[in-house]
């Protein structure tokens, strides 16, 4: 398969939160048309909404959205991944590229109920996928080529970055970007806190720990400097950061955001298995 996405046809199977944004964020950039992009959910009514807000065919029924379908999304919840896997096998070829973004699930799992020689992707997103500026880590099946990697490479470069791993990372991916993203806004929402105990509206103190968070990520993004020393320059003598930094500390902040990602890991581990 080509990595261009013009003229493909792809089947988003579980349109939900994850699925929905991908979706899209695809619509939006122009890299997918309505015509040529269908999905499915479980509930009747929910299919109905959405259709009406996307404008594109969205059903219940994955054997038949899975048909004439180039690439496949499968976006259900982890626990399903192996049961809608097994509906649409029957129906599928070699030609087309099943995509999961399902935490948790091997490409081990979803080849096992195919036909052979189906290629697999799995790649994990975040939710900042819907403004363009999500992280997603893509790894390659027994079966999928350089140039289907490439193809999902290319899909989601158009809602943020894109890293290639491989397999073995991909619960260390889910539980550092997948997951990421909430514990960057219990981070700013506390710092949030510090200025609204200081007195500011809690509107501007937002603003201030929002942009901060941001600036503070492009810098390292950017200037691909250490975060030590990016701190080390905010950090005066005997200035007011060190105080700070000293709290920080004795409240293990390190060692808990450190804690966090590993047991977040230990947990996507066992995800598609209930
Ligand atoms: N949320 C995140 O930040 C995130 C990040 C990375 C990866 N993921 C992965 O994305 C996947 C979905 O997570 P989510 O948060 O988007 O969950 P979600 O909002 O619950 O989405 C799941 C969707 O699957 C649909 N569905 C359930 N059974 C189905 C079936 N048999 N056939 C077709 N569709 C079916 C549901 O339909 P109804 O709407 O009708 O119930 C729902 O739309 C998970 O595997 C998760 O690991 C999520």
Same mark, same amino acid.
């Given at each position: 398969? /080509? ?6 046809? *792809? ?6 939160? +994850?699925?929905?944004?991908?979706? %899209? ?11 040529? &992009? ?10 109905? !909404? ?9 059903? &219940?029924? $994955?054997?038949? !959205?899975v048909?004439g ?5 499968? /976006?259900?919840?982890? %626990? ?10 029957g ?5 087309? *590229? ?14 096992? $109920?195919?036909?052979? $020689?189906?290629p697999?992707?799995r790649?994990?997103? $975040? ?9 997603t880590?893509?790894?390659k ?5 350089? =140039? ?8 989601f ?7 290639v791993?491989?397999?073995?990372h +991909?619960?260390? *991916?889910t ?9 960057i ?5 506390? @710092?949030?806190?510090?200025? *609204?105990?200081l007195?500011?509206?809690?509107d ?6 929002? %942009? ?16 030590? @020393?990016?701190?080390?320059?905010? &950090?005066?003598?005997?200035?007011c ?8 500390e ?5 060692v ?9 890991? %230990?947990?996507?581990? =066992?995800?598609?298995?209930?």
């Open positions: 398969m /080509g990595n261009d996405l013009t003229g493909k046809k *792809v089947a988003f199977l579980g349109a939900g939160k +994850m699925g929905g944004i991908i979706l %899209q964020a695809l619509l939006k950039k122009g890299l997918l048309s309505a015509k040529s &992009t269908c999905a499915t959910v479980a509930h009747e009514e929910r299919a109905k !909404a959405l259709a009406a807000k996307l404008k594109v065919k969205v059903g &219940t029924n $994955n054997v038949e !959205a048909k379908a180039d690439i496949i999304v499968i /976006g259900v919840k982890p %626990q399903v991944v192996e049961e809608v896997v097994r509906e649409i096998s129906h599928l070829t070699s030609k087309q *590229v099943i995509v999961s973004v399902a935490a948790s699930v091997p490409t081990s799992m979803i080849e096992k $109920n195919l036909p052979p $020689n189906i697999v992707i790649a994990m997103p $975040n939710t900042p996928c819907q403004l363009g500026a999500g992280m880590a893509i790894c099946g027994s079966h999928a080529s350089a =140039e289907d990697v490439a193809m999902t490479c290319r899909m470069d158009v809602v943020g970055r894109t890293v791993v491989d397999e073995k +991909m619960d260390a *991916v539980a550092l970007s997948a997951s990421g993203p909430a514990y806004y219990i981070i700013l929402e506390s @710092l949030a806190e510090g200025g *609204v105990k007195g500011l509206p809690r501007i103190a937002t603003l201030l720990a929002a %942009q901060t968070t941001m600036g503070a990520a492009r810098v390292v993004l950017e200037t691909g400097d250490h975060p030590a @020393l990016l701190k080390d320059a905010v &950090t005066t003598p005997a200035g950061t060190i105080d700070a930094i000293m709290e920080l004795e409240g293990k902040l390190r808990t955001l450190i804690k966090a990602v590993v047991k977040a890991a %230990q947990r996507a581990k =066992e995800l598609a298995y209930g």
